[in-house]
């Protein structure tokens, strides 16, 4: 039987989550929006989109109670993240929350990082699962199988590097709003390529500029040391860079629409490329794998954001 997934915020990134869900094999069976309205044009957008013919609500709890979702998948703004992940926790769903964990802007730091271990107890206290969607190290088998074609071994690592831009719908971002909205993403690669790594705050380096920010550490592990640099861009025009790799070796992100219609994504070195599914794509599908008890992966844990949300705020205040 297909796992049952309801979407809180379906009209921006969560339209794209819903359609993974969908190819993935599961049922979207309803959606939580802000107003009747809004939930009419997105009801019309995702059955034109992939055949949705679930319900849309305006009340989470009631939507929680009338269908009980296996999955509820939190696409609403950051600063509803705790209460939408804390609320879908203790009715018993698996819950995938975007990035990052939670954060408020009226907030101080040390309140945001109260209300993300927060999020984290629910989740102990619970019997569900969790994933932060901070896909990138979804990508890293085949970042790792590309590595190993042109090295011929998969080396230890001893440098991480991603730089991303970002050219958004809204308008322009600046200062640390950039840091905000992106720093989960290279902090949430860095751990996935660094397993049991933690940073050398000693070396923690961070500068927020109008529309760049860069952050410089390395990190100790395994008897190991890493170097790890971050280059975060908001630009007005052009295509975005998302850049990644390790040891030099880095690959250029690029999404395209497949022959089938559907997302992929491409990663390029020089005239060599492979392509592969979206990285969220993998990240849903293998969080819906792990659900059913048949295998699966969470590639951030609850754990690993709030770790994610940690450094994130550590790194922020040096820059501060």
Same mark, same amino acid.
């Given at each position: 039987?297909?796992?049952?997934?309801?979407?809180?915020?379906?009209?921006?990134?969560?339209?794209?989550?819903?359609?993974?869900?969908?190819?993935? =094999?599961?049922? @979207?069976? !309803?959606?939580?929006?802000? $107003? +009747?309205?809004?939930?009419?044009?997105? &009801?019309?957008?995702?059955?034109?989109?992939?055949?949705?013919?679930?319900?849309?609500?305006?009340?989470?709890?009631?939507?929680?109670?009338?269908?009980?979702?296996?999955?509820?998948?939190?696409?609403?703004?950051?600063?509803?993240?705790?209460?939408?992940?804390?609320?879908?926790?203790?009715?018993?769903?698996?819950?995938?929350?975007?990035?990052?964990?939670?954060?408020?802007?009226?907030?101080?730091?040390?309140?945001?990082?109260?209300? =993300?271990?927060? @999020?984290? !107890?629910?989740?102990?206290? $619970? +019997?569900?699962?969790?994933?932060?969607? &901070?896909?990138?190290?979804?990508?890293?088998?085949?970042?790792?199988?590309?590595?190993?074609?042109?090295?011929?071994?998969?080396?230890?690592?001893?440098?991480?590097?991603?730089?991303?831009?970002?050219?958004?719908?809204?308008?322009?971002?600046?200062?640390?709003?950039?840091?905000?909205?992106?720093?989960?993403?290279?902090?949430?690669?860095?751990?996935?390529?660094?397993?049991?790594?933690?940073?050398?705050?000693?070396?923690?380096?961070?500068?927020?500029?109008?529309?760049?920010?860069?952050?410089?550490?390395?990190?100790?592990?395994?008897?190991?040391?890493?170097?790890?640099?971050?280059?975060?861009?908001?630009?007005?025009?052009?295509?975005?860079?998302?850049?990644?790799?390790?040891?030099?070796?880095?690959?250029?992100?690029?999404?395209?629409?497949?022959?089938?219609?559907?997302?992929?994504?491409?990663?390029?070195?020089?005239?060599?490329?492979?392509?592969?599914?979206?990285?969220?794509?993998?990240?849903?599908?293998?969080?819906?794998?792990?659900?059913?008890?048949?295998?699966?992966?969470?590639?951030?844990?609850?754990?690993?954001?709030?770790?994610?949300?940690?450094?994130?705020?550590?790194?922020?205040?040096?820059?501060?």
């Amino acid at each position: 039987m297909a796992l049952k997934v309801a979407v809180i915020g379906a009209s921006g990134i969560g339209q794209h989550h819903a359609r993974w869900h969908h190819l993935s =094999g599961s049922e @979207v069976v !309803a959606f939580v929006g802000n $107003s +009747q309205a809004s939930c009419a044009q997105t &009801a019309l957008r995702l059955r034109d989109y992939f055949g949705f013919s679930g319900r849309a609500y305006t009340d989470l709890a009631l939507m929680l109670d009338k269908e009980n979702p296996d999955i509820v998948d939190v696409c609403s703004p950051f600063h509803l993240h705790r209460t939408h992940v804390e609320t879908a926790l203790e009715a018993g769903c698996h819950v995938i929350c975007e990035k990052p964990l939670c954060w408020d802007m009226e907030k101080s730091p040390d309140e945001i990082i109260t209300d =993300g271990e927060a @999020v984290f !107890a629910a989740l102990e206290a $619970s +019997q569900s699962l969790m994933v932060m969607s &901070a896909q990138y190290p979804a990508s890293i088998p085949v970042y790792r199988n590309f590595y190993i074609q042109e090295h011929g071994q998969w080396d230890d690592v001893v440098s991480v590097y991603m730089e991303m831009e970002v050219n958004g719908r809204k308008g322009p971002k600046f200062g640390e709003d950039i840091w905000v909205d992106l720093a989960s993403h290279p902090l949430s690669l860095a751990m996935g390529f660094l397993p049991g790594h933690e940073i050398d705050w000693k070396t923690a380096q961070c500068v927020i500029d109008e529309r760049e920010n860069r952050a410089h550490f390395e990190t100790v592990g395994n008897g190991r040391r890493c170097v790890v640099d971050i280059l975060l861009r908001d630009i007005d025009e052009g295509s975005p860079i998302r850049r990644f790799g390790v040891n030099g070796f880095w690959v250029d992100w690029q999404g395209y629409a497949a022959d089938d219609g559907i997302y992929r994504a491409k990663l390029t070195h020089g005239d060599k490329a492979v392509l592969c599914n979206d990285f969220m794509h993998i990240l849903i599908e293998d969080f819906a794998v792990k659900v059913r008890g048949d295998g699966g992966h969470i590639w951030v844990s609850g754990q690993d954001a709030l770790q994610n949300l940690k450094d994130q705020i550590a790194l922020l205040k040096l820059a501060r």
